[in-house]
């Protein structure tokens, strides 16, 4: 195949802006299906954005001839049904983060990629984000020295605005989401601390509800041993008050730091008590520079962004962090 034909299941808010647009914006990818359960919000996505079909039906869209490779952006409890369906059927998946509801589905997502010899990518997209590609350039070339340790503050306020907002806040049912915004939010950091730091030795946490009326938690600390040495330490927090939010993630070493949140754009690089700040131009589709690295990789040009392997190593970082 010379040209990557993009089917969608689960075309909700996530899809609007930072996903779905860019996949036809990219080189040899075209949007070509929209699937979503509800035939009418179905119908009015592929209408505004110019898609030539809908569906209500996963497997009828799964089935379509036209399409040769499917994105799953349904809550994370679809995502290994929907995933080992279109692998079954020849097709390669690009899906969401999180990758499953736990890493004991992410391993049976592996195992079917592997099964049937279909290509599967995760899309921890930040990896290949301007931002991020130039702390990984700043730390591989000791900019800051020799790393000692990371400490990240993820603290929102029951008011955050970090997430797509829909009709039904599903990130706070764990039968559908896994976990709640910790769920949501942290695949991203943790990703890349793995993209960053290598293999893990071991790695530990604690969390618990403190809103009462909430079945999922809402404060998780989290500690990682990196075989280098390095140590993380992450406190995510979704029930401070107003004004008391952070998004920081700050890497110490010996010469300095590095300062950035992960839902910004700006780096503030300290080196021998010189501070120094790199600005980042918002993108429009954040998705974009990795459904370009996917589309490379399905057509055989480019290697994996981010493989189920890669990605299982995260959710087991989210069970070890959130087990009871």
């Known amino acids: 195949m010379d040209k990557i034909k993009w089917g969608i299941i689960g075309c909700g808010d996530v899809t609007e802006v930072k996903s779905g647009p860019a996949f036809n914006k990219v080189p040899n990818s075209s949007l070509?299906?929209?699937m979503r359960r509800d035939a009418i919000k179905a119908a009015d996505y592929a209408k505004r954005h110019g898609v030539p079909k809908w569906y209500n039906d996963a497997d009828a869209l799964i089935n379509d001839p036209e399409i040769n490779a499917i994105y799953i952006a349904t809550p994370p409890l679809q995502h290994e049904e929907y995933t080992i369906k279109a692998l079954a059927a020849g097709k390669p998946v690009y899906v969401e983060k999180p990758m499953a509801l736990n890493s004991a589905a992410a391993k049976r997502m592996v195992a079917a990629a592997n099964k049937y010899n279909v290509k599967l990518s995760v899309a921890h997209y930040r990896r290949e984000q301007p931002l991020f590609i130039k702390i990984k350039d700043l730390l591989e070339n000791k900019i800051i020295g020799d790393i000692r340790f990371i400490d990240l503050r993820m603290l929102q306020s029951e008011k955050t605005d970090l997430i797509a907002k829909s009709d039904y806040n599903w990130r706070l049912?764990?039968?559908?989401?896994g976990g709640g915004l910790f769920h949501d939010l942290a695949p991203h950091q943790l990703d890349l601390m793995l993209y960053f730091?290598?293999?893990v030795k071991n790695f530990h946490g604690v969390s618990l509800s403190q809103a009462t009326d909430r079945e999922v938690d809402d404060l998780v600390t989290g500690h990682i041993l990196f075989e280098k040495g390095i140590i993380f330490n992450g406190t995510w927090c979704f029930t401070v008050a107003d004004g008391e939010q952070q998004d920081v993630c700050n890497i110490?070493?010996?010469k300095g730091k590095i300062s950035f949140p992960m839902f910004g754009?700006?780096?503030k690089l300290t080196v021998n008590t010189i501070v120094e700040t790199l600005d980042f131009l918002p993108i429009e589709h954040v998705e974009q520079p990795?459904?370009?690295?996917v589309v490379a990789y399905f057509l055989n040009q480019a290697d994996n962004p981010c493989s189920g392997e890669e990605a299982i190593k995260t959710m087991e970082l989210l069970d070890g962090f959130t087990y009871k």
């Open 197 to 199: 730091f290598g293999k």
């Open 265 to 267: 754009h700006q780096i």
């Open 290 to 293: 990795m459904i370009e690295k």
């Open 173 to 177: 049912d764990p039968g559908i989401a």
């Open 32 to 34: 070509v299906a929209v």
């Open 252 to 254: 110490y070493g010996s």
